[in-house]
């Protein structure tokens, strides 16, 4: 652009000098003063540029399948029933019926399990379904034999591989494990090597876990560590979560943590921050939608509905780069 200036300034220059020669005659006169003048403001005239703004964009698109409706769920409880829980065992049945209410507002297509933590000496109960009592499911945690070993990993990988814990497992149902009790996992099994298990275990379905154990809130004394579930809230971080608190008089916010049960989605977050909003296009299975709004603070996209199940919700928009 500056190479093209000069080279026209240099033709003006020379066009100018020409027209001067041609009048020098005049030098002086008043005609020569007014073609100067005129010169002077040509010379003076200059183009005018628009400068326009050219930054680079990128598109980025963000996605999610909302998840499937639960059609069977089958769930096994780890019970510790060593000498220290016998007096937890109410606080479990009651525990029990309330979870039994919450999976039944989600499907009526499900079977509990009871088994003792101790693989050498395993105690099993069940199943229980929609067609068993209050009761059944009320007196199920004292009817198990008590035990002295307290290995919840171990107990589950045993179970199910002998012939009660086949027949128990449907390879069709989606599966929720509930390890409860007051002490510290003991297993030689360390809780990555049992979530990897789990997830070859359980590769053809969903699966989450629920501990319910004693957190490490600072309040326990040094003598009485081994009480904290150090491995039950190492699994759970696993899982993304935290432990259920065994004290606590209400277990149902497992509910809320679990990792697919209740796993619907109205919102996105971005995954680039900045976008340009005006670019922001939502789609919901290939469809495009008015129906959303976006939050800056959060930098999320807020749908006004809750897709359905199996839906593909996509976001795309630009950031600059």
Same mark, same amino acid.
């Given at each position: =652009?500056?190479?093209?200036?000069?080279?026209?300034?240099?033709?003006?220059?020379?066009?100018?000098?020409?027209?001067?020669?041609?009048?020098?005659?005049?030098?002086?006169?008043?005609?020569?003063?007014?073609?100067?003048? *005129?010169? &002077?403001?040509?010379?003076?005239?200059?183009?005018?540029?628009?400068?326009?703004?050219?930054? +680079?964009?990128?598109?980025?698109?963000?996605?999610?399948?909302?998840?499937?409706?639960?059609?069977?769920?089958?769930?096994?409880?780890?019970?510790?029933?060593?000498?220290? =829980?016998?007096?937890?065992?109410? $606080?479990?049945?009651?525990?029990?019926?309330?979870?039994?209410?919450?999976?039944?507002?989600?499907?009526?297509?499900?079977? &509990?399990?009871?088994?003792?933590?101790?693989?050498?000496?395993?105690?099993?109960?069940?199943?229980? @379904?929609?067609? @068993?009592?209050?009761?059944?499911?009320?007196?199920?945690?004292?009817?198990?034999? =008590?035990?002295?070993?307290? #290995?919840?990993?171990?107990?589950?990988?045993?179970?199910?591989?002998?012939? +009660?814990?086949?027949?128990?497992?449907?390879?069709?149902? $989606?599966?929720?494990?509930?390890?409860?009790?007051?002490?510290?996992?003991?297993?030689?099994?360390?809780?990555?090597?049992?979530? $990897?298990? =789990?997830?070859? #275990?359980?590769?053809?379905?969903?699966?989450?876990?629920?501990?319910?154990?004693?957190?490490?809130?600072?309040?326990?004394?040094?003598?009485?560590?081994?009480?904290?579930?150090?491995?039950?809230?190492?699994?759970?971080? *696993?899982?993304?979560?935290?432990?259920?608190?065994?004290?606590? #008089?209400?277990?149902?916010?497992?509910?809320?943590? @679990?990792?697919?049960?209740?796993?619907?989605?109205?919102?996105?977050?971005? @995954?680039?921050?900045?976008?340009?909003?005006?670019?922001?296009?939502?789609?919901?299975?290939?469809?495009?939608?008015?129906?959303?709004?976006?939050?800056?603070?959060?930098?999320?996209?807020?749908?006004?509905?809750?897709?359905?199940?199996?839906?593909?919700?996509?976001?795309?928009?630009?950031?600059?780069?």
């Amino acid at each position: =652009m500056i190479y093209w200036i000069r080279s026209f300034l240099k033709l003006k220059d020379r066009h100018y000098s020409s027209i001067v020669n041609q009048y020098k005659h005049v030098k002086g006169s008043a005609f020569f003063t007014g073609i100067c003048f *005129l010169l &002077f403001l040509c010379s003076c005239t200059s183009a005018d540029y628009q400068v326009t703004d050219t930054k +680079e964009t990128r598109v980025v698109v963000d996605s999610f399948v909302q998840a499937d409706k639960l059609e069977s769920l089958d769930i096994l409880v780890v019970l510790d029933t060593s000498g220290s =829980m016998s007096d937890n065992f109410n $606080d479990v049945a009651d525990g029990m019926e309330l979870l039994r209410a919450d999976i039944e507002n989600l499907t009526l297509d499900y079977q &509990f399990g009871y088994i003792t933590m101790d693989p050498t000496r395993l105690g099993y109960l069940g199943p229980y @379904s929609s067609s @068993s009592t209050a009761i059944d499911m009320l007196m199920a945690p004292s009817l198990l034999p =008590m035990t002295m070993l307290e #290995e919840g990993f171990g107990a589950t990988y045993t179970f199910l591989s002998t012939e +009660e814990g086949l027949a128990f497992r449907r390879p069709e149902a $989606d599966f929720l494990l509930f390890l409860i009790s007051d002490e510290d996992e003991q297993s030689a099994i360390t809780d990555d090597l049992f979530y $990897d298990w =789990m997830h070859d #275990e359980f590769k053809d379905v969903n699966h989450d876990i629920v501990c319910v154990v004693n957190p490490d809130d600072g309040s326990q004394q040094n003598s009485w560590s081994n009480e904290i579930g150090f491995k039950y809230i190492d699994l759970s971080n *696993l899982y993304g979560k935290n432990v259920v608190d065994l004290q606590a #008089e209400d277990w149902s916010v497992w509910l809320s943590d @679990s990792s697919y049960i209740v796993n619907v989605k109205d919102s996105i977050a971005l @995954s680039a921050g900045d976008p340009i909003v005006e670019s922001i296009t939502v789609y919901i299975d290939h469809e495009t939608t008015s129906r959303w709004s976006y939050s800056k603070k959060s930098n999320r996209v807020e749908l006004g509905f809750t897709p359905d199940h199996g839906s593909l919700v996509e976001v795309g928009y630009k950031v600059y780069m």
